[in-house]
């Protein structure tokens, strides 16, 4: 029975996938290998990022909550438009894709930016950490590095193939609902949250070069974290954290900023 599992593991993974290079590495050097469910386009996940983006923002403006600041959501356009043009040194395509910018007033600490262009602030994130624009543009370039190495197909595809593979897994062991749940937190823990992880600390090093790239600090990037950490104690430990440590993700940037350095001083 061993055997048979492990013989499946990699038919499990297999089946349905394809290796994609959603990006050029860049000067910070991010060339990790994808694996996406090809039945999935990247079209498809962008018209349903759209709708739910559509969808909020709708939900927002109802509420009397879009777009509120004027001076905030101006200064996060500003710096949107700055960064955009930079994206075709990671992929020629992303310039030309119907970005939006919009803000939304609440007090959570969260900025984002859906498949396709679609980058949402929360104004906490910016009033309540007293971000800087060098640091708003290192958050935003964050985001966008998300949708750049199109990180959310990639975990819809490893949601897939770990769903297909605990299903499996539990056919051939013979699992009750207890062990299955058991294995099915094995498999979030095991294979879910590592990848994840290095997603975040991709986009963490495509954000800091895009950031150089349009002319802001780079070392706007550990400030930044210094911030989100003393924002974040008492949040869940790494192992169990889709999220680097803000130590780890800290000294990962120090270590990259001399990457970047030279296409900062050209841009300024």
């Known amino acids: 029975m061993r055997i048979r599992l492990l013989l499946c593991l990699p038919f499990i993974w297999l089946v349905g996938c394809e290796t994609v290079q959603t990006t050029q590495g860049g000067a910070v050097g991010v060339n990790r290998e994808q694996r996406m469910v090809s039945a999935l386009p990247s079209e498809q996940v962008d018209q349903m990022?759209?709708?739910?983006?559509?969808?909020?923002?709708a939900e927002a403006k109802q509420?009397?909550?879009?777009?509120?600041?004027t001076a905030m959501l101006k200064r996060l356009r500003n710096i949107a438009g700055n960064l955009i043009p930079q994206v075709d040194n990671f992929r020629a395509?992303?310039?030309?894709?119907?970005?939006?910018?919009?803000?939304?007033?609440?007090?959570?600490l969260n900025a984002s930016c859906m498949p396709g262009g679609k980058i949402l602030f929360f104004t906490g994130i910016v009033n309540e950490l007293n971000l800087?624009?060098?640091e708003i543009a290192?958050?935003?370039?964050?985001?966008?590095?998300h949708a750049l190495r199109e990180h959310g197909r990639e975990a819809i595809s490893r949601a897939y193939v770990s769903q297909t593979g605990a299903q499996i897994v539990g056919a051939l062991l013979g699992l009750g609902e207890v062990s299955r749940q058991a294995a099915d937190a094995a498999v979030q823990y095991g294979l879910m949250l590592p990848n994840s992880r290095s997603n975040e600390?991709?986009?963490?090093?495509i954000g800091l070069e895009l950031a150089a790239r349009a002319g802001y600090k780079p070392e706007a990037a550990v400030s930044l974290w210094q911030k989100m950490g003393n924002a974040s104690q008492g949040a869940p430990p790494v192992f169990l954290s889709t999220h680097p440590s803000p130590s780890g993700r800290i000294q990962?940037?120090?270590?990259?900023?001399?990457?970047?350095?030279?296409?900062?001083?050209?841009?300024?």
Request: no cysteine.
């Open 49 to 57: 990022a759209a709708q739910a983006y559509a969808e909020m923002l």
């Open 132 to 134: 800087t624009d060098d």
């Open 201 to 205: 600390t991709e986009a963490d090093l």
């Open 93 to 108: 395509d992303a310039e030309s894709w119907n970005w939006e910018v919009n803000l939304i007033k609440d007090d959570q």
């Open 63 to 69: 509420q009397g909550v879009l777009n509120t600041d």
């Open 252 to 268: 990962n940037l120090q270590n990259a900023i001399p990457s970047v350095q030279p296409l900062y001083e050209a841009a300024r």
């Open 138 to 145: 290192q958050i935003m370039g964050h985001e966008i590095a």
